[in-house]
């Protein structure tokens, strides 16, 4: 079955970068989404079609593709990014998928 | 106010049938697609189900095939997920999303899960 990779976890400190990794093979043909879930929420929405920021998500929230790896880059990093990320794609039988989860801690 | 509110968890036992709901509010169900997606304890995200907006097509996840029917009712503006012989390992937290589309040449992408509920806990143990 088709399989999406991320780190387990990310640390940094407020006002840094977090990069955040999410690696498939098909990417280059599926788009990608990224969602944050934090702890008895609903999960948001923060990326869709790779690079697309719903509105209301801060600009902080960024992100690329670079073929069978996608990164979610949120720049000047506050506590209240503190969560679990997770990325979402389709694989070529167009079945949804989700990485493990990347745990975002600030220091 | 645009949310999903789901219900109908609980503690069910092995082998046992529980059907959940989300109900919509502020936007209407069958101008999009909607999701079923769970987390078990200690677990990921996992991807159950979804249902077309026009309501042809379910897909479902291999582990849940055969045993849960994701369905609606466009009157009720709300999704459901009926399942059956339930098992220890579907013991998670259910969330149900909506899925805006795009159509492209005759063919639906379903692009996202922009919106998501609370979620309903379904505990199956003896």
């Known amino acids: 079955s088709y399989e999406l990779t991320q780190p387990p976890s990310v640390s940094v400190s407020p006002g840094q970068t977090a990069r955040i990794s999410c690696s498939g093979d098909a990417l280059p043909k599926q788009s990608a989404c990224w969602y944050q879930l934090k702890p008895g929420q609903a999960p948001i929405l923060v990326i869709y079609k790779d690079t697309e920021r719903p509105s209301g998500i801060p600009a902080r929230f960024s992100a690329s593709n670079s073929g069978t790896t996608v990164t979610l880059t949120i720049s000047g990093v506050q506590a209240e990014d503190e969560a679990d990320y997770y990325c979402q794609s389709t694989d070529s039988s167009g079945t949804w998928v989700f990485g493990g989860g990347t745990k975002l801690t600030v220091l | 106010q645009v949310q999903l509110v789901e219900s109908g968890g609980g503690v069910v036992q092995p082998g046992r049938s529980l059907r959940l709901s989300c109900a919509a509010s502020?936007?209407?169900?069958?101008?999009?697609?909607m999701h079923w997606v769970r987390q078990a304890p200690g677990k990921g995200l996992e991807w159950v189900a979804v249902?077309?907006?026009?309501?042809?097509?379910?897909y479902y996840a291999d582990p849940v095939k055969g045993r849960f029917t994701i369905s609606r009712d466009t009157s009720k503006n709300t999704l459901y997920l009926q399942m059956n012989s339930l098992r220890a390992e579907d013991t998670a937290v259910f969330y149900c999303?909506?899925?805006?589309?795009?159509?492209?040449?005759?063919?639906?992408?379903?692009?996202?899960?922009?919106?998501w509920g609370q979620g309903t806990t379904v505990t199956v143990s003896s």
């Open positions: 249902i077309w907006y026009d309501g042809r097509n379910q």
């Open positions: 999303a909506r899925a805006p589309y795009v159509a492209v040449a005759g063919h639906y992408y379903y692009y996202a899960m922009d919106l």
């Open positions: 502020g936007f209407t169900l069958s101008n999009y697609g």
